[in-house]
């Protein structure tokens, strides 16, 4: 089986460059060149809804160099996704804080989600200056200006209110070895199925893909019910 919705925290990308003897922004530069090519492969495979975290709310915390070479990279790879993603009907949306993004970056965002609204095909959702407790708070509070009943409030209504409307993650998947969520999708991920590995991102290839399609399809799914008929044979 396919995942619907597939969630890759994209890191290890400052490790992998120290371990070629290169500079983070090299380690960078090499992760964004294989989204590339990973983001076609997993639309190919029929995953229909793809979310990357690229940049955490904390990871503002990073030096002023390393931040602006990241912002660089996005409006260069968001320019070249967009020409590559919307000819194949792919919506392109972002979630995250809007502050402190530069304009710049809030332009071609704007620009891109707008473009590509109405295409059916996929979804490419970037987390870009994203924490799952900044959308958590945000949504409620666009909820309490919204006047929205409590008793009008529930699992429904209030994914309305995050970022974007997407259905929750099946398969959340880590590379760099870290086995923590750093405040990614924290609404989303509530029954996702987790695959950590060690392999850091610039080396997370089609192969190492289908290794975390493997594993997901070895899992038994019970979003906490019992398979009865299974547990008496
Ligand atoms: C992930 O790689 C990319 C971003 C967080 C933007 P890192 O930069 O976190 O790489 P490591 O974890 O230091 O190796
Ligand atoms: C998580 O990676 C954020 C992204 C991949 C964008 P980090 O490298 O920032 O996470 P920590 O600091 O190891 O938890
Ligand atoms: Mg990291």
Redesign the pocket.
């Known amino acids: 089986m396919i995942p619907n919705h597939v969630g890759i ?3 290890g990308n400052g490790r992998w460059a120290t371990k070629q003897r290169k500079s983070r922004s090299e380690g960078h530069a090499a992760g964004a060149k294989n989204l590339d090519v990973l983001c076609e492969y997993i639309f190919n495979k029929g995953v229909k809804v793809l979310s990357l ?4 709310t ?2 503002f915390k990073r030096s002023d160099e390393e931040v602006n070479y990241l912002m660089d990279l996005f409006v260069k790879k968001f320019k070249q996704d967009f020409k590559k993603f919307s000819k194949k009907g792919i919506k392109i949306v972002f979630s995250g804080r809007r502050e402190p993004l530069r304009k710049e970056i809030l332009d071609i965002i704007d620009d891109i989600t707008l473009k590509t609204q109405d295409n059916d095909k996929g979804i490419l959702n970037f987390c870009l200056n994203y924490g799952g407790h900044a959308e958590i708070i945000d949504a409620c509070k666009k909820i309490i200006k919204d006047n929205i009943a409590v008793e009008q409030l529930d699992d429904m209504m209030f994914a309305k209110y995050l970022y974007n409307d997407l259905p929750n993650l099946d398969l959340l998947i880590r590379t760099g070895g ?1 086995l ?1 969520i ?1 405040n ?1 999708m924290l609404w989303q991920v509530a029954y996702a199925e987790f695959y950590f590995t060690d392999t850091l991102f610039p080396d997370f290839k089609k192969e190492e893909f289908d290794k975390a399609l493997e594993s997901f399809n070895k899992r038994e799914r019970r979003f906490g019910g019992i398979n009865y008929e299974k547990k008496n044979n």
Do not use: K, L, P, T
Request: glycine content about 0%; cysteine-free.
């Open positions: 925290i994209v890191d975290y690229v940049f955490s904390e990871n870290e923590r750093s990614f």
